[in-house]
């Protein structure tokens, strides 16, 4: 069994800064990658960024250069620090977990307003 737990959202004002937190725990194989996906109000899930275990990244480019994702291999954690967040930032952030199959966690809110 795998589970994901996540941790770190919540409300904050347009040019603040938010970290999300996302344990993995269960049989995680060593070669994986994380990520973080986002489902705003009416759209699709999209994925944001996403790290492997061997720390090579990826990011949407409506977010580089405001997030960065990084690990914790020895405590399977995956971090994503959200800076200059903008209102169209705000949805349900969700962490992903890709190995031979893909789990998800449960999502957290994250909103952005004045």
């Known amino acids: 069994q795998v589970q994901l737990v996540e941790s770190g959202g919540g409300l904050v004002q347009p040019g603040g800064s938010l970290r999300l937190s996302c344990a993995a725990s269960g049989n995680i194989l060593s070669l994986n990658v994380m990520g973080w996906y986002r489902q705003r109000p009416g759209k699709e899930r999209d994925m944001v960024a996403a790290?492997?275990?061997?720390?090579?990244?990826n990011y949407a480019e409506s977010v580089k250069g405001r997030f960065t994702i990084y690990r914790d291999n020895a405590k399977n954690t995956v971090y994503l620090q959200m800076n200059s967040l903008k209102p169209e930032d705000t949805a349900v952030y969700y962490c992903?977990?890709?190995?031979?199959?893909?789990?998800w966690g449960q999502g957290t809110q994250v909103t952005v307003s004045s």
């Open positions: 790290i492997s275990s061997t720390g090579n990244t």
């Open positions: 992903n977990l890709r190995m031979a199959s893909v789990y």
